[in-house]
Every structure is written in C-alpha cells, then in structure tokens.
T-cell receptor
Framework: EAGVAQSPRYKIIEKRQSVAFWCNPI?????LYWYQQILGQGPKLLIQ????????DSQLPKDRFSAERLKGVDSTLKIQPAKLEDSAVYLC????????????FGEGSRLTVL | AQSVTQLGSHVSVSEGALVLLRCNYS??????LFWYVQYPNQGLQLLLK??????LVKGINGFEAEFKKSETSFHLTKPSAHMSDAAEYFC??????????FGRGTSLIVHP
C-alpha cells in the first residue's frame, strides 16, 4: 500500500513570495490533515478535510494560508505572502473512516523563508 | 479542549537500559491517547494508541504505555533500549473528534 505522498520535500523562498505544497493521501482515506511543525515543537493542526469539505480550519492563518481538496483526493496548501515565521515542516496526514484515530503521515515539506 | 505535556525535551539512556518517556494529558472528555515516533527527515509513525480498552497498551518495536486515569498519565516505556530507538517521540491526545493534539516531543538519545 502506497503511503502519503508530499512534494516538494524542500523549498527555500524569500519573504513575501508564495509557495504551494501538494499532498496525495493513502487511497481510500476520506480524512486529510495539514499540520505545521516548527523546529522544536510538536505538530500543530492547520486544517482538516473530510472528503472535499473543511471540518476544522480554526488555526489556519487565513490572511495568508489557503488549502483546497477539490475532488476529495489530493490537496494543496498555499502560503502567500510568506513570512519568516512560516519556516517549518508542513506535514500531511490521512486517516480512514474505519479507524479515524490513527493518522498516517507523509515525510513532510520543509519550508525555509529567508 | 485537550492538551498534552511531555516532561523532558531530551532523554538520554545507555543501550540496553530502560526507556521511560513521560506524558501527562488534560481532557474534558474521555481521551484517546497516542504515541508517535519521528525518525530524522521522516514523517510521524504511530507506535501505539489507547482507545478505552485495556489500560496497558502494547505497540511496535517493544514499546508499551499504561493509561492511568488517576494520574492523567500515559507514559511510554521499553525494557531495553536499542540504538535504532533514537528518535523524536510525540504524545498526543484527542477527544470525540479524533483530531490529535500533540505535545512538544521528547528526543530519545541512546548511547552505546
């Protein structure tokens, strides 16, 4: 079974530029999550999708972050414009309806904002 | 609301020694509790989970954790550390929504 795929693995941009991250969850997993992991901290939930609907985006900085999951499968997280404090690893995870408590994570996309 | 406190950002043990990583939780509803492991440059992987069945939970790689409601704890243990156990360990708690809230993590260092 293929795992959660994310790209790019690494991205370096200057502040005020934009960046997009892509995630393809495990086949059949209805729920998709985006987490932000700042160095030395635990992952923080940004947004949760159930199929193509948003369940929780209360911690997403909506003035600069956006995310979509148009066909209920893969998802894109965008940051525009980026700030220095956005430097972090962006983790995508998915879970199935039969075992919603177990999240499967991708390897993450490491963003450095200069 | 749920939260997790992991005591000690770094734990150092010798190979073959007992591993003990501490986690205390706060939850307004009966919690689900998890331990995840993160190896360098990799995503998080589930080690074990408590979902209101047996209070002693066994996971992969010889790890286990015990849910103690009276102490609001869910400490992770392994009888004998191996070099390959060196990684970052995250405790997480969730309520009815199943969305886990993670602790800050504990880095396990294993000395030969």
């Amino acid at each position: 079974e293929a795992g959660v795929a994310q790209s790019p693995r690494y991205k370096i941009i200057e502040k005020r530029q934009s960046v997009a991250f892509w995630c393809n969850p495990i086949s059949g997993h209805a729920t998709l999550y985006w987490y932000q992991q700042i160095l030395g901290q635990g992952p923080k939930l940004l947004i949760q999708f159930q199929n193509n609907g948003v369940v929780d985006d209360s911690q997403l900085p909506k003035d600069r972050f956006s995310a979509e999951r148009l066909k209920g499968v893969d998802s894109t997280l965008k940051i525009q414009p980026a700030k220095l404090e956005d430097s972090a690893v962006y983790l995508c995870a998915s879970s199935s309806d039969s075992d919603p408590g177990e999240l499967f994570f991708g390897e993450g996309s490491r963003l450095t904002v200069l | 609301a749920q939260s997790v406190t992991q005591l000690g950002s770094h734990v150092s043990v010798s190979e073959g020694a007992l591993v003990l990583l501490r986690c205390n939780y706060s939850s307004s509803v009966p919690p689900y509790l998890f331990w995840y492991v993160q190896y360098p440059n990799q995503g998080l992987q589930l080690l074990l989970k408590y979902t209101s069945a047996a209070t002693l939970v066994k996971g992969i790689n010889g790890f286990e954790a015990e849910f103690k409601k009276s102490e609001t704890s869910f400490h992770l243990t392994k009888p004998s550390a191996h070099m390959s156990d060196a990684a970052e360990y995250f405790c997480a708690v969730s309520g009815g929504s199943y969305i886990p809230t993670f602790g800050r993590g504990t880095s396990l260092i294993v000395h030969p």
